[in-house]
């Protein structure tokens, strides 16, 4: 069974801080990885995928993300936030050819000035 | 402008009422879904469809039914049968069913049984 794994449920931070969100799926041979942020009351929106190729793949906000099959890892960085990126982030995959996502349970991203 | 439409954004009922939660796209996707997001739980799939007159059961489908009769819409309801159904619930839909396909989803309508 697909298993995502989001380990920080509330992840603080001050303003023009480094951040990291983390996140490890359950190891599989096909896997394809995506993280969603969701402001307060709304749906979500795509932040960045992996799909194939580069393991590295950046956001047009200044968010990276690094797949490593080794640690079965796509962690979400960010080098300097910002308050605006206060919301809740959702990391996703579909592995071994599912045709659906099997999302984690979330990780808040509070940034205080 | 293209995108995904959910109606009410805040619904409330009685408890032992059924209730029909709309969702609709003009994307021209194929593919919809309908997902449960409590908090803390991140997000389960309920139903989906990859193509008109076909949908599959998600990981928590009891007490929940979905009709797929056009492309453009999606109608979830939720039924008595459901044991806990206050929630938030998200719609969303891809180009086609596909793990690598980016799903688009609507702003969501959050169910407050009384």
């Known amino acids: 069974a697909q298993s995502v794994t989001q380990l920080d449920s509330q992840v603080p931070v001050f303003e023009e801080a480094p951040v990291e969100l983390r996140c490890n799926y359950s190891s599989s041979v096909s896997v394809y990885l995506f993280w969603y942020v969701q402001y307060p009351n709304q749906g979500l929106q795509l932040l960045l995928k992996?799909?194939?190729?580069?393991?590295l793949v950046e956001s047009i906000n200044g968010f990276e993300a690094e797949f490593n099959k080794s640690q079965t890892s796509f962690h979400l960085r960010k080098p300097s936030v910002h308050i605006s990126d206060t919301a809740e982030y959702f990391c996703?995959?579909?592995?071994?050819?599912?045709?659906?996502?099997?999302f984690g349970k979330g990780t808040m991203l509070l940034v205080s000035p | 402008d293209g995108g995904i439409t959910q109606s009410p954004k805040y619904l409330f009922r009685k408890e032992g009422q059924n209730v029909t939660l709309s969702c609709e796209q003009n994307?021209?996707?194929?593919?919809m879904y309908w997902y449960r997001q409590d908090p803390g739980q991140g997000l389960r799939l309920i139903y989906y469809?990859?193509?008109?007159?076909?949908?599959q059961k998600g990981d928590i489908a009891e007490g929940y039914s979905v009709s797929r009769e056009k492309k453009e819409s999606f109608p979830l309801t939720v039924t008595s049968a459901q044991k806990n159904p206050t929630a938030f619930y998200l719609c969303?839909?891809?180009?086609?069913?596909?793990?690598?396909?980016?799903?688009?989803f609507g702003p969501g309508t959050r169910l407050t049984v009384l």
């Open positions: 469809s990859q193509i008109v007159n076909d949908f």
């Open positions: 994307l021209n996707h194929d593919a």
């Open positions: 992996y799909l194939s190729g580069s393991t």
């Open positions: 969303a839909s891809s180009i086609v069913a596909g793990g690598w396909n980016e799903q688009f």
């Open positions: 996703a995959a579909s592995l071994g050819g599912y045709s659906t996502l099997t």
